[in-house]
């Protein structure tokens, strides 16, 4: 557990450098690595304030309620809502999902690779080098971890803009139903919202303060700024995508740790802890599947963000919920209801059916 004074710096730092990476793995597939568009990055802004902001202060709230990590959080939060052990089912979605994503995350840094240079190897032997080698990292500590992937990603990011790379000039086109599934996924699945990775890495902090708005606010601004740098930001000039793949490492290993910390305070065997995690990764490794996964996991992601969305907003009590978030006006809080009450949950279900709509 991070003392407190640590995860005040650490917690935005990580929320940037996850963000970033989580991006940039997931934005080829929704088709924006180089097709800079004007309408699809304010669409993607806007989710950000309207869906990203109010889950964000979701899941610190849950946080400050249950006191514990985000599996073991559900079992004491049923109770309080008197609601059913089913809704638990969503603690251990997101827990699978995180070292899954990992694996997405490995997988893209084993093509880029395969891109950058001519080796006469497959990319799932690349891939497999790369998850030794995360798995490996991730028994270091967290804030090394977290030091590592910031070092990555600035060092990439700085690169690119010193080296120069070629990037479609800015333009507007016009706004397709498709794009609001793609906003929205790259709002909250690749930004970690709803996995409880920043309620697993501010818990300390958290425990402290009054008011969520302390942790969940500098979170979103972190996220935020991931948003915006990738919009200056290519993976085609080979030493910046080399960085890079330092980078996406070693946040797959800090993925993997935090999959792993969450299942040992469950207190699993260590033999199903780690064949939960290296199931989640090596499914990565399986020729042809890569698109299938992609598709699996952007609705995997959206489906947990609109699980919790419905607890917290339909379930939960609003006491609960009030005392938890500790606004300094009743409006925001009012305001903050009616988003994942209704806001989150019609936009995750549009989102889902437009994701849904792109396979066919």
Request: charged share 10%; net charge positive; glycine share 4%.
């Amino acid at each position: 557990m991070q003392d407190t004074t640590l995860s005040r710096w650490l917690t935005p730092v990580m929320a940037f450098c996850l963000s970033f990476v989580m991006i940039t793995t997931l934005a080829p597939t929704v088709g924006i690595q180089i097709d800079r568009q004007f309408d699809f990055w304010l669409l993607w802004l806007g989710t950000m304030i309207l869906l990203a902001l109010p889950i964000g202060y979701l899941e610190i709230a849950l946080a400050k309620r249950s006191k514990v990590t985000a599996l073991q959080a559900l079992s004491s939060l049923t109770r309080d809502a008197d609601a059913s052990p089913k809704w638990r089912i969503v603690g251990w979605l997101a827990v699978v999902f995180v070292p899954f994503f990992a694996g997405s995350v490995l997988t893209t840094a084993a093509h880029l690779i395969g891109q950058q240079f001519s080796l006469d190897i497959t990319s799932q032997i690349i891939f497999a080098v790369l998850a030794v080698i995360a798995v490996g990292l991730s028994f270091i500590p967290r804030q090394f971890l977290i030091a590592l992937s910031a070092l990555g990603v600035l060092a990439a990011f700085v690169l690119v803009n010193v080296m120069g790379t070629h990037l479609q000039a800015w333009h507007w086109t016009g706004v397709e139903f498709k794009e609001w599934g793609n906003a929205t996924v790259l709002a909250l699945v690749a930004t970690g919202l709803g996995l409880g990775l920043y309620w697993q890495t501010s818990l300390a902090d958290i425990q402290k303060q009054d008011a969520a708005t302390s942790t969940a606010l500098p979170v979103w601004i972190a996220q935020l700024l991931a948003v915006i740098a990738f919009g200056f930001f290519s993976l085609h000039a080979q030493i910046p995508a080399l960085v890079w793949i330092f980078a996406a490492v070693s946040s797959a290993a800090l993925l993997i740790q935090f999959a792993k910390e969450q299942l040992a305070q469950r207190q699993l065997a260590m033999a199903v802890q780690w064949l939960i995690i290296l199931a989640a990764i090596a499914v990565w490794a399986v020729p042809q599947v890569e698109s299938l996964f992609n598709i699996a996991l952007m609705l995997w992601g959206l489906v947990i963000c609109l699980i919790y969305a419905i607890f917290a907003g339909w379930i939960m009590k609003i006491s609960h919920l009030r005392k938890a978030m500790n606004f300094s006006n009743e409006l925001f809080y009012n305001l903050w209801r009616i988003a994942v009450r209704l806001v989150l949950p019609l936009s995750i279900v549009v989102a889902i059916v437009a994701v849904i709509g792109q396979i066919f």
